[in-house]
């Protein structure tokens, strides 16, 4: 039995059977959500609000904005700056997708009280450069992710600001140039931190144990990019309003076609998967879903959390958490 940081989720679209994108959403169903998280060791997380219209997103930026709750570390903004390409855009709706600008950022900030914490957006999308340097200037975290970008486009992003690639190896065309490819351009620099979800469907394991080589123990972050059906059983669910479906091995996907739509995975179990695929120490793994995601979002983590770690298993079980 052991004690750990409480677990710090950088990316959660929702959990056992709340959607934080969903229509309705209020603070009780949100709390429920986060109740049921901590079980799992998760005491800090940004909520993610996806690609939607803005009228959805501004509705639910209030709710969980407003909300007192401790664990909500501030919100994270994946899209609507975003690669329209099929494959790159994964489970975006393509209709509400948008150029990105300082004028429309600025409005979602002012209906999420000031509390977006990190954008994720696509280098390439017309206005993402300026709107790149604007969030870095006020303090806010870019990633790139849902990208088809170029080196150039890539590297200038990185120039302006950017500093974390979201769920590295995801959000990409299914087939690639062998190389140069925005795989290749976001694993070499060293000032750029990765996020993987490492739950056994969205990266082999071989490719987690090559990215966690090549970025390093110390840039690399454990996300669950969980949507509601985490902690649910098989069944299906919604996430902002798009049919996903999940089967019984925990895969979540857009129904009849072979993508991807967040996960069921839960950040205990990433950290078990994490040393099993990548032949890193205990140790070395934790920091990955606590200290090493507060410390890149300027923060720190939330309370502790009593665990049994099963080595030969390679699982980690929460038995309790200390705020």
């Given amino acids: 039995m052991i004690e750990l940081p409480g677990l710090f989720d950088l ?21 429920e959500a986060l109740e049921r998280m901590s079980a799992t060791g998760v005491t800090r997380c940004l909520p993610t609000l996806i690609t939607g219209s803005f009228e959805r997103f501004a509705a639910n930026a209030r709710v969980l904005a407003r909300m007192s709750d401790p664990a909500i570390a501030g919100l994270h903004m994946e899209g609507p700056y975003l690669s329209p390409e099929e494959g790159a855009r994964g489970a975006h709706p393509r209709e509400h997708l948008t150029a990105a600008s300082v004028d429309d950022f600025n409005r979602r900030q002012d209906a999420a009280d000031g509390r977006i914490a990190l954008v994720t957006l696509a280098p390439e999308v017309p206005g993402a450069m300026g709107l790149i340097a604007h969030l870095a200037a006020s303090g806010v975290r870019v990633a790139l992710g ?13 120039r302006a600001g950017a500093t974390l690639a979201t769920h590295l190896g995801n959000g990409c065309a299914a087939v690639l140039p062998r190389h140069p490819n925005p795989i290749w351009d976001l694993l ?30 110390g840039r690399t972050i454990l996300i669950t990019d ?13 996430i902002g309003g798009v049919d996903c479906v999940l089967a019984a091995d925990g895969r979540v996907s857009l129904p009849g076609t072979p993508y991807l739509a967040g996960s069921s995975l839960t950040l ?17 793994v934790v920091p990955m879903a606590s200290t090493i995601p507060a410390r890149y979002l300027g ?22 958490v200390h705020l």
């Avoid at 060293?190 to 090549?214: C, E, Q």
């Avoid at 950290?271 to 140790?283: A, C, H, I, Q």
Wanted: contains cysteine; aromatic residues 6%.
């Fill in 226 to 238: 969980a949507i509601a059906a985490a902690g649910c059983p098989a069944g299906r669910f919604t």
């Fill in 268 to 284: 205990d179990r990433a950290v078990g998967n994490m040393v099993r695929f990548s032949g890193l120490t205990f140790d070395e």
């Fill in 146 to 158: 849902h990208t088809a970008a170029s080196s150039q486009q890539i590297g200038d992003a990185i």
């Fill in 188 to 217: 070499a620099p060293d000032g750029i931190f990765a996020s993987l979800i490492v739950d056994g469907h969205h990266l082999p394991a071989a490719t987690v144990k090559v990215m966690a080589r090549a970025k390093g123990p």
């Fill in 11 to 31: 990316q959660v679209n929702g959990f056992a059977g709340v959607d934080f994108n969903g229509a309705g959403l209020t603070a009780d169903r949100a709390a």
């Fill in 299 to 320: 923060t720190t983590t939330r309370g502790t959390i009593t665990c049994n770690w099963d080595p030969g298993g390679g699982r980690l079980h929460v038995r309790s």
